[in-house]
């Protein structure tokens, strides 16, 4: 039973258009959704993150907004660069009784932005 | 310093072998995790240790045996493994307290491949 969706698996984007990368959730009880990025051979690398109370957070190019009553959530990238090129990991947590970590990942969306 | 350094970068070991992976981080974190990731799949959690203590076990067999010896090291202890345990083993650290799904910092992992 998969709570955190992405069901894109891969994304092509021209350089200086948006990248648009989504990610659907199952379990209402998660409050906190996290994007990571990930090149090949490296661990994963915190991007932006957003609280349930919220539904926009922006950090430079990069904006997450989460849509709660349609459990969504999407992250935009503009103008996306060759350099975004990497996978993308929606995660999500809930918390609960002094446990921590408790991040569930999705598959993952390749994002290729091409010259 | 805000890396998490893991060794060996690859490892490959028979069913009959006992090795270990290493992590460390001088971030001042007190929360570290072990994470499994197979190709294509996302990172699924193993452990948390939360201030040198393991917190979370998600009923991972016992030929893996975390190890926690001080702040900054975290080893995975294997034995006996089987050739499907072969996957990315990822090291994470975060700040404990901080709120459930924090801020994780993830290592490069160590590519592990069991004959």
């Known amino acids: 039973d998969q709570q955190v969706k992405q069901n894109s698996p891969s994304l092509s984007v021209q350089e200086g258009r948006i990248s648009i990368l989504n990610c659907d959730y199952t379990?209402?009880?998660?409050?906190?959704f996290l994007w990571y990025k990930k090149y090949p051979a490296e661990g994963p690398t915190f991007l932006i993150s957003i609280s349930s109370i919220k539904d926009k957070n922006e950090d430079g190019r990069f904006t997450v907004f989460l849509n709660k009553s349609a459990k969504h959530l999407s992250l935009h990238i503009v103008p996306s660069q060759p350099g975004d090129s990497a996978v993308y990991f929606c995660?999500?947590?809930?918390?609960?009784?002094?446990?921590?970590?408790?991040?569930?990942f999705g598959k993952g969306t390749k994002l290729s932005v091409k010259p | 310093d805000t890396e998490v350094t893991q060794t060996p970068k690859h490892l490959v070991m028979g069913m009959t072998n006992k090795k270990s992976l290493k992590c460390e981080q001088h971030m001042g974190h007190r929360a570290m995790y072990w994470y499994k990731q197979k190709a294509k799949k996302p990172p699924e959690l193993m452990f948390v240790?939360?201030?040198?203590?393991?917190?979370i076990n998600e009923s991972v067999p016992s030929r893996f045996s975390p190890e926690c010896p001080n702040s900054s090291l975290l080893n995975l202890h294997l034995h006996a493994l089987q050739p499907e345990d072969s996957a990315l083993y990822l090291c994470?650290?975060?700040?404990?307290?901080?709120?459930?799904?924090?801020?994780?910092?993830f290592g490069s992992g160590t590519q592990l491949s069991v004959l």
């Open positions: 994470a650290s975060s700040r404990p307290g901080q709120g459930f799904g924090e801020k994780l910092f």
């Open positions: 995660a999500a947590s809930r918390g609960y009784g002094g446990s921590q970590g408790n991040l569930i």
């Open positions: 379990n209402s009880m998660f409050d906190y």
């Open positions: 240790y939360s201030y040198e203590k393991l917190s």
